[in-house]
């Protein structure tokens, strides 16, 4: 009996230190609707957007991507309940709900106060994804949520087409790469200090972008400036 009080013991302390990893609490889309409220205007208030947003779970006939959009008529974030079952923190849900604000924010520059501000990303999406990241990272870091969730967050569910060179859009592999990069350049203490080392999705990453990883420190010891070409 002092054999199982002991093992069970132990079960209860890794559950403990596993849990704040994986587990999420959201499972309905009342949850997650109250969730979006609190993480997103968390985002807005430490990052001092001056912009009004609002949140909203809901399944919307049309998104520019799988699980969420930005609506530039009447400043909506919208996140579709489906994607409840690959969120695993609230670091991800702060990911999906910083790069929507992040194109958010430039629905108010433009002509007739940002109301064609749309056409920028159905122009040029590739251009204006990226620029989107890179501002979810530092939105993420102010807000006090860890950025590489952006990474594990699209390990997930992005698609990982065969080519880019004649899509709008660059390829998954390489998103992340970049998203990593940035992070690598301006926030190096969060890969020293990385809580998501053990992370699976995390580690899937590492193991499939070892390449260009090394690209990018053979660009670091060289002191070049020049962008990597990132392979497939």
């Known amino acids: 009996m002092h054999k199982n009080f002991i093992i069970g013991l132990i079960f209860l302390v890794l559950i403990s230190v596993i849990q704040p990893v994986f587990a999420w609490d959201v499972k309905t889309t009342d949850e997650l609707q109250t969730r979006m409220n609190s993480v997103g205007f968390r985002i807005m208030n430490t990052n001092r957007i001056e912009k009004r947003f609002t949140f909203m779970a809901i399944n919307r006939v049309y ?9 530039s008529v009447n400043r909506i974030v919208w996140i579709k309940p489906v994607v409840i079952p690959y969120i695993d923190s609230d670091d991800e849900l702060a990911a999906i709900l910083s790069h929507s604000l992040a194109h958010g924010v430039d629905t108010y520059e433009g002509a007739l106060r940002g109301y064609i501000s749309i056409l ?3 122009v040029a999406p590739n251009k204006y994804d990226l620029k989107a990241d890179k501002t979810a ?4 870091v102010n807000s006090g949520y860890n950025p590489l969730a952006i990474i594990t967050i699209l390990n ?5 087409y065969r080519y880019d060179i004649l899509s709008n859009h660059t ?8 998203v ?12 020293v200090d990385n809580e998501y080392k053990d992370n699976v999705y995390y580690q899937n990453f590492l193991l499939t972008s070892r390449n260009n990883r090394m690209k990018l420190l053979e660009k670091v010891k060289s002191g070049s400036t020049k962008k ?3 392979s497939y």
Do not use: A, C, H
């Not at 990272?137 to 993420?140: A, E, F, H, P």
């Not at 997930?156 to 990982?160: A, F, S």
């Open 63 to 71: 998104t520019r991507d799988f699980w969420t959009d930005v609506s």
């Open 120 to 122: 920028n990303y159905w």
């Open 137 to 140: 990272v530092d939105y993420m």
């Open 156 to 160: 997930k569910i992005g698609k990982q």
């Open 171 to 178: 390829l998954v592999s390489r998103r992340m790469m970049l």
């Open 180 to 191: 990593y990069e940035y992070i690598y350049t301006k926030y190096p203490s969060i890969l």
């Open 228 to 230: 990597v070409k990132y």
